[in-house]
């Protein structure tokens, strides 16, 4: 150093120019090194330098950063990366009172006694400084320099109250998201800056605060480290801090440092507390207000000449005291440690054999524990690194390529994101080494790639969660008195000065439920102004929409597309729904009447056209007596009837009151009665809809997912719902109804009274196992009874193995017996209580009604549920799961509904109380029954003749 050159100490307080000061007096030499206390200020700083000299001439130098260009002449560092051997003309240190910090003070405190330029050395920093300096640097001069603005206490304000321009300041992570989610909600969100952020994600959080985009910042105390912010009014929410041993509260100096980043230049600044943070004592506001702090008078040091011969005496020399009373050594630094720890492990102190191992391995540990997990965590990761680099000479860059894939993921929250960063950071600083990775232009954009990603996303997922866009720039509007401009786009999103606001579903404003109650107010009058035309222009689309855009829920919900326009209520009966239409207010009764017209159009066509069959035998006047009441019992039930419900009507009614039902394609089944027609899914849909409404139900039952046979029979269910499903319930499942009356078909070819076994027809027609089909008997009234077998079948044999067997010619196969146990069910008739088998006992004695006088239909007989032929076996057995085609296949024997012979009798007249599918036939030599069913069919024949 030029004996002549000048050291200078530019001390004060904050708000005084001294870094304005040093960039000014650097400039002005050829070559110049400044020393920053953060990577953010240091970002800062060499983006002024550049915009002055351009980057051609400027390097920028961090643990995690290295940019240097080949004609470097000014250098911008972190104070721990500053180069102290390229003899620079100028050289500067900035915040030189962090020499009494107890984690970095010893770094401070080196460049403090060593750190000088060839012509000028500048220390700016606090004026408690002085007298540390003065003692340990005789030579200095010192340069006091004053406050541009007033600085005063405002007491304590709670942060709803706080005016804006405000940086509210936390000292931990919790807290300060506690308090930036507090200011979202009250005041539109804010800036977010801690000392972890990435330059580039704190660069961004600074420009929302410098843009006006918000009006608060909240901060560590990072803030008070050289961060030029327009801040007004400074609240601390604590006065304590833990310091990364313990919670210790803040001194007056470093709350002094904080407080004066309010008032910038000429403009004065206020300070104060809020939220829990009790109020400051007058002695500690005149220290604040007036920047006079005690000095002070003793600096952190370490020992900078490092013995390298071994990593015991590195230790001894780490650990030397300090012979000058200005000095004590400071805490022991995490390099320190980590050293220590891997220095005790055996196969550390087997590698590390000289000087150069020990070297490196110092190297190593000044790794800085970025991610911050464990310090065993960290002390493993330092060992890895210490291996390849002795082994290999540097990092594996497959192994560092895998490092860098797990983390480079930008997906996540705000805590996730900050721990990717944290963890880039370690391969930033290895990357940034010389020598310690391959293709080190590589790795360092690579790794900076990353970082910029993380940090971007990082930056997003600040300003999603701590600034809502909408509200800050709605009471900047209206702090303003000005009108807001509401638009409302092709998807129904509203807008309100460009922001968000909610979305118009249907006919109903959906407003965004994060605006406050004040704002929500003023958001939903603004969107209203918006929307009446909108409700207009729907209105008429919505009139001259096809049907196909609209459709109604299993909950009675009308929609159209996707949104909710209406509900279906309680008409005068079943088949007349009305409907009530889901319509803002404030869009008015004409666009409300529209929308219920259009509504309870589509309701009448879907009804018409799923019940067209029902609907016609309703409207037949053709119907009269007996024939007329059954087809009004129809239409109240939908189109589905269970026969014992209606036993008694089905007698009552005569051959031509059944055909004129079955033009209609009524089909008088075994257990039900029903239009086929309507148990296709889509009316099935719509009848249980329709019932609901009719019974008033809070909750409609769903309708069974369409094409099943059979679905599970619930205990709580009750039987009408599977009824209007399409579903007659036996056993564990219900069974849809027109594969039951096939199932009956075929039932009534066995002899129940002997025991028949199930065939593969009715296994197929149910689609059941044996054994659900044996629940299934049993739910109808049958008695299974489980047996085995055996079967024989016959099989090619296989060829024999093993040295003596004889093999099978070719061109013939062996052939063998095998015997399996086959299981099977033999199911006979056997109801609970068996019914007698004349069900009319009352009327026995009455003569039949071939033989009264007039000639007339035989009165129907309860279902028999012991077998028989008779049933329904004219007009219902060709229906077989003919439901599609609507009506019976067969009128009488032979012919269509209605067209058959005059005097042939209604199949139903041979029912008797059993189904006589369940019936034996009578053997021929037996004596005709006159009661029975087939006797009657006989009888009826006879009389012909």
Same mark, same amino acid.
């Given at each position: 150093?030029?004996?002549?050159a000048?050291?200078?100490? /530019? ?10 000061y ?23 700083v ?5 915009a002055l ?5 400027v ?5 995690? =950063?290295r940019i ?24 500067a240190v900035?915040e030189i ?5 107890p ?8 460049r403090?006694?060593?750190a ?23 030579k200095?001069q010192?340069?006091?320099?004053e ?35 507090l200011? +979202? ?6 800036? /977010?800056?801690m000392?972890a952020?990435?330059?580039? &994600? ?11 985009d918000?009006?608060f910042i ?9 961060l ?5 009014h ?17 001194f007056?100096?470093e ?5 004066g ?11 104060g507390?809020?939220g829990?943070?009790r109020?400051?004592d ?8 007036n ?13 900078p000449?490092?013995?390298f ?22 805490? =022991? ?11 005790d492990?055996p ?8 000087p150069?191992d020990?070297?490196l391995?110092w ?15 960290h /002390?493993s ?6 291996g390849?680099?002795?082994d ?10 895998q490092?860098?894939?797990r983390?480079?993921?930008?997906q ?21 080494r010389?020598?310690?990775?391959d293709?080190?232009?590589?790795w ?26 909408r ?10 008195k ?12 509203v ?22 109650p004040d704002e929500?107010k003023?958001?939903?009058q603004?969107a209203?102004?918006?929307?009446r035309?909108?409700f ?15 459709d ?8 159209? $597309?996707?949104?909710a ?15 009530e239409p889901f319509?803002?207010? =404030?869009a008015g009764?004409?666009?409300? =009447? ?12 879907k ?17 009269t ?6 087809a009004f ?9 269970p026969r014992e419900?209606?036993?008694?009507d ?7 009151a ?6 209609h394609?009524?089909?008088f089944?075994?257990?039900?009665i ?9 009316p ?10 009719a ?8 309708s ?8 599970p029979?619930?205990?709580?269910v009750?039987?009408d719902?599977?009824?209007?499903s399409?579903y ?8 849809r109804?027109?594969?039951l ?6 039932l009534?070819?066995?002899?129940s009274r002997?025991?028949?076994?199930a065939t ?8 059941? &196992? ?21 079967k024989?079948?016959?099989?090619v ?10 093999p ?8 063998q017996?095998?015997t ?12 609970k ?12 004695g009455?003569?039949?009604?071939d ?7 035989r ?16 007009g219902?057995r060709?229906?077989?799961?003919k ?13 269509k509904? $209605?067209?058959g012979?005059p ?14 599918s ?11 029954d006159?009661?029975?069913p ?7 024949? +006879?009389?012909?003749?």
């Amino acid at each position: 150093m030029n004996a002549q050159a000048r050291i200078a100490a /530019v001390l004060g307080p904050t708000n005084t120019g001294k870094t304005h000061y040093a960039i000014e007096r650097m400039l002005a030499h050829r070559t110049g090194v400044i020393g920053l206390p953060l990577r953010l200020l240091a970002r800062e700083v060499y983006d002024r330098i550049v915009a002055l000299r351009g980057p051609s001439v400027v390097a920028l130098v961090t643990g995690e =950063e290295r940019i240097v260009p080949e004609r470097a002449q000014y250098w911008v560092c972190t104070t721990e990366a500053m180069p102290q051997e390229i003899g620079a003309d100028f050289v500067a240190v900035d915040e030189i009172q962090l020499c009494a910090d107890p984690e970095r003070g010893h770094i401070f405190t080196d460049r403090l006694l060593r750190a000088r330029g060839l012509h000028e050395t500048l220390l700016l920093g606090s004026e408690t400084m002085r007298p540390a300096i003065a003692a340990l640097v005789p030579k200095a001069q010192f340069l006091r320099r004053e406050r541009f603005s007033a600085l005063s206490y405002t007491g304590s304000k709670k942060i709803s109250r706080l005016p804006a321009r405000s940086a509210l300041i936390s000292f931990s992570v919790e807290n300060l998201y506690a308090i930036a989610e507090l200011i +979202r909600r009250q005041r539109g969100g804010c800036a /977010v800056v801690m000392g972890a952020l990435s330059p580039r &994600t704190r660069n961004a959080q600074v420009a929302l605060y410098q843009n006006g985009d918000v009006d608060f910042i909240v901060a560590t105390d990072a803030i008070g480290m050289g961060l030029n912010l327009d801040i007004g009014h400074v609240a601390f929410s604590a006065t304590a801090k833990f310091d990364g041993h313990r919670m210790r509260s803040l001194f007056p100096h470093e709350m002094g440092q904080i407080a004066g980043r309010a008032g910038r230049y000429m403009q004065p600044g206020t300070f104060g507390v809020t939220g829990e943070a009790r109020p400051f004592d007058e002695d500690l506001v005149e220290a604040l207000e007036n920047h006079r702090f005690r000095p002070i008078d003793r600096l952190q040091w370490r020992n900078p000449d490092l013995d390298f011969g071994t990593a015991d005496r590195l230790i001894a020399a780490l650990e030397a005291a300090p012979a000058n009373e200005w000095l004590v050594r400071g805490r =022991e630094a995490d390099d320190l440690r980590a050293f220590k720890a891997l220095a005790d492990l055996p196969d550390i102190r087997r590698r590390v054999q000289g000087p150069r191992d020990v070297r490196l391995l110092w190297d190593v540990c000044r790794i800085p524990d970025f991610r911050s997990i464990s310090s065993g965590e960290h /002390v493993s990761l330092l060992d890895r690194i210490f291996g390849f680099l002795q082994d290999q000479g540097h990092v594996p860059s497959d192994w560092l390529a895998q490092q860098i894939a797990r983390i480079d993921r930008t997906q996540g929250d705000i805590d996730t994101l900050s721990k990717r960063l944290a963890y880039v950071r370690t391969w930033t600083y290895i990357a940034q080494r010389s020598g310690w990775v391959d293709d080190e232009s590589h790795w360092r954009g690579e790794t900076r790639a990353v970082e910029d990603r993380l940090s971007d996303a990082l930056h997003g997922a600040l300003t999603q969660r701590f600034v809502d866009r909408r509200t800050s720039v709605l009471l900047r509007r209206l702090k303003q008195k000005e009108s807001l401009v509401a638009e409302v786009n092709d998807k129904g999103e509203v807008t309100v000065e460009g922001e968000f606001v909610g979305r118009l579903e249907g006919f109903r404003f959906r407003q965004d439920a994060s605006a406050t109650p004040d704002e929500a107010k003023t958001l939903r009058q603004a969107a209203y102004e918006s929307l009446r035309p909108e409700f207009h222009l729907r209105a008429d689309r919505f009139y001259n929409a096809p049907d196909t855009e609209l459709d109604f829920t299993e909950q009675g919900g009308l929609m159209w $597309g996707t949104h909710a326009v209406g509900k279906l209520v309680k008409g005068a009966d079943a088949m007349k729904p009305q409907v009530e239409p889901f319509v803002d207010e =404030e869009a008015g009764f004409d666009v409300a =009447e529209k929308v219920r017209r259009r509504l309870q159009h589509f309701i009448d066509r879907k009804v018409a056209t799923q019940f067209e069959p029902l609907l016609n035998l309703s409207r037949d006047e053709a119907l009269t007596g007996l024939a007329r009441g059954f087809a009004f019992r129809l239409v109240e039930n939908l189109g589905v009837l269970p026969r014992e419900t209606v036993a008694e009507d089905v007698k009552s009614l005569d051959q031509e009151a059944r055909g004129a039902l079955r033009k209609h394609g009524v089909r008088f089944g075994q257990y039900t009665i029903f239009q086929p027609a309507l148990l296709k899914p889509a009316p099935t849909r719509l009848r249980l809809v329709l019932s609901s409404l009719a019974r008033g139900l809070d909750e409609f039952p769903e309708s069974p997912p369409p094409g099943l046979v059979t679905i599970p029979n619930l205990p709580d269910v009750p039987k009408d719902y599977y009824t209007l499903s399409g579903y007659h319930p036996a056993g564990a499942r219900a069974i849809r109804i027109d594969m039951l009356e096939r199932l009956a078909d075929l039932l009534r070819t066995q002899d129940s009274r002997a025991g028949f076994e199930a065939t593969a027809d009715m296994l197929s027609i149910t689609g059941m &196992t044996l054994e659900q089909f044996a629940d299934l008997m049993a739910g109808l009234g049958y008695k299974g009874e489980r047996g085995e077998r055996e079967k024989v079948r016959t099989e090619v044999a296989a060829p024999a193995e093993g040295e003596g067997a004889n093999p099978i010619p070719e061109g013939e196969a062996a052939m063998q017996t095998v015997t399996e146990t086959e299981v099977f069910f033999t199911f006979t008739w056997a109801p609970k209580q068996r019914a007698p088998r004349h069900p009319r006992p009352e009327r026995r004695g009455e003569p039949r009604a071939d033989q009264q006088g007039e000639r007339g239909p035989r009165p129907e007989k309860p279902a028999r549920h012991d077998g028989g032929k008779g049933g329904e076996r004219g007009g219902e057995r060709g229906d077989k799961d003919k439901s599609a085609r609507g009506g019976d296949r067969h009128g009488d024997r032979g012919g269509k509904p $209605g067209k058959g012979k005059p005097h042939n009798r209604d199949k139903d007249a041979r029912r008797d109380d059993k189904p006589r599918s369940f019936e034996s036939r009578p053997q021929k030599n037996d004596r005709i029954d006159p009661d029975n069913p087939f006797a009657a069919a006989l009888m009826g024949l +006879r009389d012909k003749i």
